[in-house]
């Protein structure tokens, strides 16, 4: 199924699976856009699966309380971020050594690229790059983070997902930018210097 666009707050979701929602419908139009997020939300690849169905059971607990003019998709990244933030935490009480690197599957790369192998290992490495620089972001920040540096929205619509103020949105999209930056840096700075 196609996936809403990241400009999508789900509002045109909500009216389109109509005034009665049915967690078949939510979970059609939306495990994709949620089994994202969680990864972005720092879950490991090895539970993401978990993660999904967790989020999908708060969802199937508490879909009387949405009301159908609300926006489906702003509700499932709350529900994502607590449980993602959930997962983490209970992995680093548990299983530290999960979290020493993000895994990712060489073969779900390769899938959706047709390029060369070196090509290939280059675009996993930047891959497993991107998601150990968002491990430097605290849950606040990365979250702010994700919704507007890869889900496009408009700090004022952050602030509204979230149930922030627009000032504390803003101070932490610009703290979790120079976070991010500042952990590129590093990252570059420790590559000169192994070469």
């Known amino acids: 199924?196609?996936?809403?666009?990241?400009?999508?707050?789900?509002?045109a979701a909500s009216s389109a699976i109509g005034a009665t929602l049915r967690i078949e419908d939510v979970y059609d139009a939306y495990?994709?856009?949620?089994?994202?997020?969680?990864?972005?939300?720092?879950v490991p690849e090895s539970l993401l699966k978990d993660a999904l169905?967790?989020?999908?059971?708060?969802?199937?607990?508490?879909?009387?309380?949405?009301?159908?003019?609300?926006?489906v998709k702003r509700w499932l990244f709350v529900i994502a971020v607590r449980v993602a933030a959930n997962h983490r935490r209970s992995l680093r009480r548990r299983w530290s050594?999960?979290?020493?690197?993000?895994?990712?599957?060489?073969e779900s790369v390769a899938a959706g690229r047709a390029e060369e192998p070196?090509?290939?290992?280059?675009?996993?490495?930047?891959?497993?790059?991107?998601?150990?620089l968002l491990e430097s972001l605290d849950d606040d920040k990365r979250s702010v983070f994700v919704l507007a540096e890869l889900e496009q929205l408009s700090v004022p619509e952050i602030a509204a997902t979230l149930g922030l103020?627009?000032?504390?949105?803003h101070a932490r999209l610009r703290?979790?930018?120079?976070?991010?930056?500042?952990?590129?840096r590093r990252y570059e700075a420790r590559t000169r210097r192994a070469v």
């Open 1 to 11: 199924m196609a996936e809403p666009s990241p400009a999508d707050d789900g509002h």
């Open 31 to 42: 495990a994709d856009y949620v089994f994202r997020s969680l990864r972005r939300l720092g």
């Open 53 to 71: 169905q967790d989020v999908f059971v708060v969802v199937h607990r508490r879909l009387a309380e949405f009301h159908a003019e609300g926006h």
């Open 97 to 106: 050594r999960l979290l020493s690197g993000p895994e990712l599957d060489l």
């Open 118 to 132: 070196l090509e290939l290992a280059e675009h996993a490495e930047r891959i497993r790059l991107f998601y150990a």
């Open 165 to 169: 103020n627009v000032n504390t949105a």
């Open 175 to 184: 703290a979790g930018r120079q976070r991010f930056e500042q952990a590129l």
